[in-house]
């Protein structure tokens, strides 16, 4: 019980117009966060850093003390990574980060952080750091008890001290963009771009990915796990 209508049939002909039935909030369920962010991805930005506040600066102090992710901000900055993942974003992800940025800049979640995460797959493929990869598994029909769908992922991130930090703090994210589809991501505080998620449509998705064949990749297209978000 997210707070989603569920009322919808997905196979109407002609537009769908969807619908939710909840107000912004988040609820601490337990151990696990839910988190309802409703409205444009600006104001869901301001939601977010005004409801997860505390889970925020937290974050905060985890990348500017472990060693990953302390090391990651300035390289970035320094190849221009930062620079890119504005300019090559989708428009939701700068927003949802400037209205982050917006409410909480003084604690230290500026703008830069929250983009450079939520570009970081594109950065730690170029770093070529070496990372456990997660596995995900799907079972359907006669391989479940009641035929429904199972959809599940393994958060294999273990090599990085913020591990910690994700595991602590497990957060469903729950997202009524204006106009666009309810969804349902599987994350953490400060999660913009999704690796595990559900639509109201139905879709539910999760990012693999490895390393690239090619020695040298080039700097175009877009983030993987912003992809997900976006379909």
């Known amino acids: 019980d997210l707070g989603v209508a569920g009322d919808v049939a997905p196979d109407i002909a002609g537009p769908i117009s969807w619908e939710s039935d909840f107000e912004p909030d988040v609820e601490n369920r337990n151990g696990v966060w839910i988190l309802r962010l409703k409205g444009t991805p600006y104001d869901m930005g301001v939601q977010f850093a005004t409801l997860m506040r505390d889970q925020l600066i937290e974050a905060v102090e985890i990348m500017e003390n472990t060693q990953e ?10 190849m ?5 993942a504005t300019a090559m974003s989708y428009p939701w992800a700068v927003e ?9 800049a003084d604690e230290g979640w500026t703008y830069d952080r929250c983009i450079m995460l939520a570009w970081g ?5 170029h770093l070529q750091w070496e990372l456990n990869f997660c596995t995900q598994f799907v079972a359907a029909g006669d391989a479940t008890v009641d035929g429904e769908l199972v959809h599940g992922r393994n958060l294999d991130w273990s090599d990085w001290d913020a591990i910690d930090f994700l595991l602590g703090n497990p957060t469903i994210i729950v997202r009524h963009p204006d106009g666009r589809i309810p969804t349902v991501s599987i994350g953490f505080p400060g999660n913009v771009t999704p690796y595990t998620a559900i639509s109201m449509a139905g879709l539910s998705m ?5 390393d690239a064949v090619q020695e040298a990749i080039d700097r175009t297209g877009r983030s993987h796990v912003q992809m997900v978000r976006e379909v």
Do not use: R, T, W
Not at 80 to 84: S, V
Not at 121 to 125: G, S, T
Not at 206 to 210: C, G, H, K, L, T
């Open 69 to 78: 992710l302390s090391l990651m901000e300035p390289i970035a900055k320094a």
């Open 206 to 210: 999760a990012s693999n990915d490895a």
């Open 80 to 84: 221009g990574f930062i620079e890119e």
């Open 121 to 125: 797959d594109v950065i730690i493929e």
């Open 96 to 104: 949802e980060c400037q209205g982050m940025a917006d409410v909480l």
